[in-house]
């Protein structure tokens, strides 16, 4: 499905524009709060939508199977970007690109088995919780499916899904309202399953059918709502708004999803290629900045351990925004075309 692949490329690239925005300690005091807001509102959220509307009922029926398969899709992508983190944090710190320190070999020892419990994180490897995230979200709702269907024999489709509503509504609230630990991301996974679920029922009942024959009027309806969801709630930096900004967000992953429908989007190769490389830039685009960040303190004789400031220096202004885009992505992309060809190749080895 190649408007998949455009939505990935998309909400990618909201992620790049989003972090390449925060210059300041704290988001909200940004001269960019607004644009981070609403960026945050649907780049993320539409990554655990497409995770939703590309979810296979079938999963539901033999669910060690099919978490054995989502543990390999996302557990060994997270343990090797995590291990490259690992392997050569002596290295970013010696470079003044974390503020962190430096390992012993008790440390190593120690952080090892906190990568391969999807434990650790760093001052680069920071964006990878989602990775965690959606895998447990998945896993969850694989078990609620089967406790639905094969325990409970909920066969109707209409109750099965109301029960999921409800759970999933008492989960979101849960998230958002009771300071429950925060342990693996927990918080997150619980105010954000609704993002997943709608994908389920987006796919389910056939409502991308009718996106599809009406793409550009529900892309302005929905893009509208979720433009003044962004002006209205901060709650994409951090500022509590009890739930209220929920209708917005839904709208603006549908926006989202309307746009990569319109064939000039939907037959980007470009934005296609972003898609199928988001994972690699979803990890790497911190560690990737960093090149902008060294630039700039050499061109201003700044303090170098100034490079430790994240995801961009702090108090940039202009288009500078536009270079940490721009060469994030660059690298990452040619990260992305490395590793898959390095890969091919072990694969044509093996199997001769």
Do not use: Q
Not at 81 to 109: G, I, T
Not at 213 to 220: E, I, N, R, S, T
Not at 251 to 260: E, H, K, N, Y
């Amino acid at each position: 499905m190649r408007y998949i692949d455009a939505m990935k490329g998309i909400a990618i690239l909201m992620v790049l524009f989003a972090h390449s925005l925060m210059n300041n300690a704290e988001k909200i005091e940004s001269e960019y709060a607004r644009a981070i807001n609403m960026l945050s509102y649907m780049a993320l959220p539409c990554f655990f939508f497409i995770n939703g509307y590309l979810y296979n009922h079938k999963y539901s029926l033999s669910p060690l199977s099919a978490i054995r398969k989502k543990f390999k899709a996302y557990y060994i992508p997270f343990v090797g970007f995590s291990l490259f983190f690992w392997l050569f944090h002596n290295v970013f710190v010696k470079l003044h690109l974390v503020s962190e320190e430096l390992y012993s070999f008790k440390d190593y020892a120690k952080r090892f088995v906190m990568v391969l419990l999807m434990h650790m994180e760093s001052g680069l490897n920071g964006a990878m919780w989602f990775l965690r995230a959606l895998l447990i979200m998945v896993c969850i709702y694989i078990l609620l499916e089967y406790v639905l269907i094969k325990l409970l024999r909920v066969e109707d489709r209409n109750k099965r899904y109301l029960i999921l509503l409800a759970i999933i509504v008492t989960m979101s609230i849960t998230g958002k309202t009771v300071p429950i630990p925060n342990y693996m991301n927990s918080r997150r996974i619980f105010s954000d399953f609704y993002m997943f679920f709608l994908g389920v029922l987006v796919k389910e009942y056939e409502v991308d059918k009718f996106i599809d024959m009406h793409k550009l009027p529900v892309f302005l309806v929905c893009g509208s709502a979720i433009t003044a969801t962004g002006f209205m709630f901060f709650g994409g930096i951090a500022k509590e708004t009890y739930g209220l900004d929920i209708p917005g967000i839904i709208c603006g992953i549908i926006a989202v999803f309307a746009l990569s429908k319109m064939p000039v989007i939907e037959n980007s190769k470009f934005l296609a290629f972003c898609g199928k490389a988001s994972l690699d830039i979803m990890c790497l685009h911190f560690l990737a900045y960093k090149v902008v960040s060294f630039i700039i303190i050499k061109k201003n004789n700044l303090d170098i351990d100034r490079l430790t400031e994240k995801p961009v220096l702090l108090d940039t202004h202009g288009i500078t925004f536009l270079f940490y885009v721009i060469t994030g992505l660059a690298l990452c992309l040619i990260e992305f075309i490395l590793r898959t060809r390095i890969l091919n190749y072990i694969r044509e080895k093996r199997s001769k």
